[in-house]
C-alpha cells in the first residue's frame, strides 16, 4: 500500500509471478494507517465495524467555544481530543456491511468500502478498496501474509490485466467463531479464543 505518489494504491506481489495485482484505495484521514509491515491475522467475506471517525476541528472552532461557554450560553455538551496534533471531534460510525475484510493491524483492515472516489485519505484507518479489486485481493491473500504500509511507492509495477488473473479465482470463504475469554477481558480490552472453524465453497 503506497501513499505517494497520489493517488493511493494497493499493489500484489506473488513469488515466482511479480507484481499481479494494482488498484487505487483510501487510507486514514490524519495519518491514522501508519506506515510499517504486518501480517494478516484474521479474515472475513462479511462483517460489521463500530468505531469513531476522528472529524478535525479548527483552533477557531475551539476557542468560540469556550468564549461561549465561559459567558454563560447554554450549550451542549462537546468534547474535543488530540489526534495526532489535530484537535478532533469523534463521530459514531456502526457499518453492518463491510465485505472481503483482511485485518492485518489491530482493528486495522483491507476491505472494500463504497467510496464515491479512491486514492486519497478517507477512512477511519483501514485500507479501503474498491468492491471488485477487495474481492480479488481477498482471494490472492491469505494468513501471514505481509502488508507493507509506505510513505512513497517502492514499484516499479507490471501493467494491468496479467495473465494470472484471468485464471478463476477459487475463493472458499473461512468462518470463525470466538468466545471472550473473561477471566482475562477488562474495560480496555477483550481478550478471545477461537472455538469454531468452518469453510464454505460458495461465495458470498
Not at 40 to 57: K, L, N, Q, S, W
Request: contains cysteine; charged residues 15%; hydrophobic residues 35%.
Amino acid at each position: 500500500m503506497t501513499k505517494f505518489p497520489r493517488p493511493e494504491e494497493i499493489h500484489l506481489f506473488m513469488g515466482g509471478h511479480g507484481w499481479i495485482f494494482q488498484s487505487k484505495a483510501n487510507t486514514g484521514v490524519m495519518h491514522a494507517t501508519p506506515d510499517g509491515t504486518w501480517p494478516i491475522y484474521a479474515r472475513d467475506t462479511h462483517t460489521a465495524m463500530v468505531g469513531r471517525f476522528p472529524i478535525p476541528v479548527s483552533h477557531a472552532q475551539i476557542r468560540l467555544y469556550e468564549a461561549a461557554k465561559s459567558a454563560g450560553y447554554a450549550l451542549q455538551s462537546v468534547h474535543y481530543s488530540r489526534y495526532h496534533h489535530h484537535w478532533v471531534e469523534y463521530q459514531h460510525y456502526d457499518d453492518p456491511d463491510i465485505r472481503w475484510v483482511n485485518y492485518f493491524d489491530r482493528g486495522r483492515a483491507v476491505h472494500f468500502y463504497p467510496r464515491a472516489n479512491y486514492g486519497f485519505p478517507q477512512s477511519a484507518g483501514c485500507v479501503e478498496l474498491p468492491k471488485s479489486a477487495a474481492h480479488k485481493v481477498y482471494g490472492l491473500i491469505h494468513y501471514g501474509t505481509p502488508v507493507t504500509v509506505s510513505h512513497a511507492a517502492i514499484g516499479p509495477w507490471d501493467p494491468p490485466g496479467s495473465k494470472y488473473l484471468k485464471q478463476p479465482l477459487n475463493i472458499k470463504p473461512i468462518h470463525l467463531a470466538y468466545r471472550e475469554i473473561a477471566a482475562k477481558s477488562t474495560a480496555l480490552s477483550v481478550h478471545l479464543q477461537l472455538v469454531e472453524t468452518s469453510v464454505s465453497d460458495a461465495n458470498h
